[in-house]
């Protein structure tokens, strides 16, 4: 299973970007997905996840109403929209697959990790 993870890169705060993950090795449409980060220094954060089917979606506080998570089941990708960056959303950020598709908001609950994009917000 890989799951590698694109479109990162160094934005001024306030500015977007769109990360994708195209997953390969295993029935995409079959597994919740979602994107964590780990900020320099700090943990592994929960930020966004996505079910299987699309109709539900979470998001920790933080980012409501500036990220959003697609995704299309026909290409095996998951999307994450980050508008209104700001520094504090610098980090790696990372994409899991999990069988549950339940519970995703926790790390524990996931089967599959991809190797993550790097996002720099400058000030």
């Known amino acids: 299973v890989q799951l590698p993870a694109y479109g990162g890169g160094l934005v001024q705060a306030g500015g977007s970007l769109r990360l994708s993950c195209a997953a390969s090795?295993?029935?995409?449409?079959?597994?919740?997905m979602g994107w964590f980060r780990r900020a320099p220094g700090k943990e592994r954060e929960f930020v966004v996840a996505?079910?299987?089917?699309?109709?539900?979606?979470y998001y920790v506080d933080s980012v409501k109403g500036r990220f959003t998570i697609s995704r299309d089941n026909a290409k095996s990708t998951v999307y994450l929209q980050t508008n209104s960056l700001k520094p504090e959303d610098t980090a790696v950020y990372y994409c899991g697959a999990s069988y549950r598709d339940h519970g995703l908001s926790s790390p524990d609950n996931y089967n599959y990790w991809g190797q993550g994009t790097l996002v720099t917000v400058s000030s």
């Open positions: 090795g295993l029935t995409f449409r079959l597994y919740g």
């Open positions: 996505i079910s299987r089917s699309g109709g539900r979606t």
